[in-house]
């Protein structure tokens, strides 16, 4: 192969090709038109000022692709057409990766989608429109080899016609889903707005505040988050309060390097008042000092708000800083835990149960006569009442006549449907168990008579429907444990949000 | 500084720092820092958007890299990166995992305290707005337009990315790890005390 010859011949097929293209594939484009032909490094033309513009074999010489497609693009009137020809990447060139075999300046190879994709980021969406794109392979030799320069055409050819870009552009091109806003901004609500920059910062831990006001009991429990603070803290200055009945077992332990007594609570609270909130001022009467980090380790919420009162640059407790807003690292539990958690006693009279024909309601019972019952149907049901996941029993109050044989069915539906059923032929306590898994639902229960047997007489009085107590809660001591766990991750790992000051 | 990587997109728009404030951010990060480079990545369907935010600047510096890169190259990228630019989303996180300095561009529909990326290298910027947070996961059901983005100004991640950009660069290292991060005076977490309403 001769590089020198391959260039002439390559140099000869460009410099006819705007003649041989207005006479072939382009004629619709170029023919009968003021043609401008560009090269990098012309000046700048006025905006819209030519009515077709062509680049051939320019682009893939230019490091700036964009600012070149875009100056050459804005020099066309709105109808015109630019036209760009490069080297084709699998005909020209027959390689995937530069350099050039034939052109050392060619930065770029390109095919019709690469070429296309210069286009879309160079030009605004709906400026111009794609007219024609091609690969041109006139007279091209498949058969030569690699090494030997190509014959014929091996370009690719692009032709843009300018637009005049409809109004709504501007939409697509800053923001595909743009909502509409009913307000520009947010009214003031608790602080101006502004924007915040902010790093995680671990601040050093020098000097521990620790509460643990409880009584016996709980301080016992909460030995292990106690020794925990050591192990987590070992150079630190701990300073530990207590109720004066614990100082003794807290110093013997060696759990704090300074103990301060204060009976937040009284040593037995039959036989007095509570009320922490009272004694805030003997609080901060005895707790005066600087503190790195002040952690109150009480579960119970009655005694967080102290740490208002003292100066330390991290407070952490239990509870969600939605209640404790003065909490920096704070462990949101639900405070609400032993609502839901508590087992749960409801009385039904029967006056929350309805009854048909057989039966008749009276001021303390409802009454039903076998006789005139029909088989197979609810003779009573009620009291269609919402209940929360859990497990549950009702017991009905049944009072049957012993002396006349017959068969009832027992039946619990949720939201209608059944779930738990039972038969009863003579005096019984009837418990029946069943599960909730949804919130919401209705609870019903019902009284059927059969249609394989007599029904039986009986008094119904209403019922008691239990909830099971639930047992979703930690050990004390875990809470603590778990607070002092999220203390180390958050000074060791996360780290505390710290604003940064204006530059 | 040798490259800056910018995702300006993650998996939800809410979320997203609206691209003309990208295609901003960029021309001033190309004016302040003469020799840097900067890749803006994203997937291969990013990449008309990504469009908007090269458009106007030099190929020479800007390249659109949406979906040009395998996985593993843009991991190659973010690690060697001198800075990452991110909104919440999964590269800003990947930003202070690496230990490169990152800057993560918050929005309001979150809460920064729940979902930051992490790490002693990230410089988070949100802004204080009354209404976040919203818990929209669609920009266009925002009330104010994404207002809590919309109105951070690009100069000011241009000073958050130099001050990312000045901290330790710890290359290959997770993010979280004890002693990594800066350890400041009490008094560097006094909060800085907002102006009173009605003035600027």
């Not at chain 1, 505040?209 to 292990?224: A, E, M, T, W």
């Not at chain 1, 740490?307 to 800083?321: D, E, N, Q, T, W």
């Not at chain 1, 009854?355 to 003779?379: F, K, V, W, Y």
């Not at chain 2, 669609?138 to 690009?154: N, Q, T, V």
Request: proline fraction near 6%; hydrophobic fraction near 40%; include cysteine.
């Amino acid at each position: 192969m001769d590089p020198s010859n391959q260039q002439v011949s390559i140099t000869e097929y460009r410099s006819n090709w705007i003649e041989d293209m207005r006479k072939g594939v382009l004629s619709s484009f170029l023919s009968g038109k003021a043609v401008d032909e560009v090269r990098i490094g012309d000046p700048e033309a006025p905006e819209a000022s030519r009515a077709v513009v062509v680049a051939a074999f320019q682009l893939q010489k230019a490091a700036d692709y964009r600012s070149l497609l875009r100056t050459w693009f804005t020099s066309v009137k709105i109808g015109g057409h630019l036209v760009v020809a490069v080297p084709h990447a699998f005909l020209h060139e027959r390689q995937l990766s530069l350099p050039s075999r034939w052109d050392p300046s060619q930065r770029r190879l390109y095919t019709p989608r690469s070429l296309l994709e210069e286009v879309e980021e160079a030009l605004a969406p709906n400026s111009y429109r794609v007219r024609y794109l091609t690969d041109l392979d006139k007279d091209y030799d498949y058969t030569l080899d690699v090494d030997q320069g190509p014959t014929g055409q091996s370009d690719v050819v692009l032709v843009l016609e300018r637009i005049q870009a409809p109004r709504w552009t501007p939409t697509l091109v800053v923001e595909e889903r743009q909502a509409k806003p009913r307000l520009q901004t947010p009214d003031y609500a608790f602080e101006p707005a502004r924007t915040r920059t902010e790093v995680a910062v671990r601040p050093r831990i020098g000097k521990i505040l620790l509460l643990k006001l409880d009584h016996l009991g709980d301080f016992i429990i909460g030995l292990g988050p106690l020794e925990r603070v050591r192990t987590l803290f070992p150079d630190a200055e701990i300073t530990l309060v207590v109720g004066s009945w614990n100082i003794d077992m807290a110093r013997n332990l060696g759990l704090a390097d300074n103990l301060i007594a204060f009976d937040a609570f009284p040593r037995n609270s039959t036989e007095e008042e509570v009320n922490v909130a009272g004694k805030a001022a003997i609080f901060q009467t005895l707790v005066t000092g600087d503190f790195d980090l002040a952690i109150d380790l009480r579960t119970d919420w009655d005694t967080r708000f102290l740490l208002r009162y003292v100066k330390a640059s991290i407070r952490a407790g239990i509870g969600p800083r939605s209640q404790f807003p003065f909490l920096d690292i704070f462990l949101p539990v639900d405070f609400n835990r032993n609502e839901p958690e508590t087992a749960r006693e409801f009385i039904f009279d029967h006056h929350r149960f309805s009854t048909q024909g057989s039966s008749e309601q009276t001021p303390n019972r409802i009454i039903s006569h076998a006789e005139l019952a029909e088989r197979d149907c609810a003779i009573v049901w009620g009291p269609y009442f919402g209940l929360r996941p859990g497990n549950y029993v009702f017991e009905p109050r049944l009072d049957v006549d012993k002396t006349k044989p017959g068969l009832l069915l027992l039946d619990i539906a949720i939201n209608t449907k059944r779930v738990v059923q039972d038969f009863i032929s003579g005096p019984t306590t009837a418990r029946l168990a069943f599960r909730v898994e949804k919130p919401g639902v209705e609870f019903e229960f019902r009284i059927w008579t059969v249609d394989i047997q007599p029904a039986l007489d009986f008094s119904f009085y209403g019922g008691r429907l239990i909830r099971e107590g639930a047992a979703s809660v930690l050990h004390q001591s875990e809470y603590g444990l778990l607070l002092l766990e999220l203390v180390r991750v958050r000074l060791a790992r996360t780290g505390l949000l710290a604003e940064q000051a204006p530059a | 500084m040798s490259h800056i990587v910018i995702s300006p997109f993650s998996n939800s728009d809410i979320r997203d720092w609206p691209v003309g404030h990208y295609a901003e951010l960029v021309g001033l990060l190309l004016d302040r820092l003469p020799d840097v480079h900067i890749h803006v990545i994203g997937t291969q369907n990013q990449k008309s958007k990504a469009c908007e935010v090269v458009r106007f600047h030099p190929a020479t510096r800007v390249t659109n890299d949406c979906g040009r890169y395998p996985w593993s190259a843009i991991l190659q990228l973010l690690k060697s990166a001198d800075c990452v630019v991110a909104n919440n989303s999964g590269i800003g996180h990947l930003g202070g995992y690496f230990g490169v300095p990152t800057v993560c561009i918050f929005g309001g529909s979150h809460q920064r305290h729940e979902w930051r990326a992490l790490g002693a290298t990230v410089v988070l910027v949100s802004r204080v707005i009354g209404c976040s947070p919203c818990q929209l996961d669609h920009g266009g059901a925002s009330y104010y337009d994404k207002a809590c983005l919309r109105e951070i100004k690009p100069a000011k991640v241009v000073d958050a990315v130099l001050s990312a950009a000045r901290s330790v660069k710890r290359a290959g290292a997770r993010s979280g790890v004890a002693g990594d991060f800066p350890t400041l005076p009490r008094s560097a977490l006094e909060p800085i005390q907002a102006s009173p309403p009605g003035r600027p």
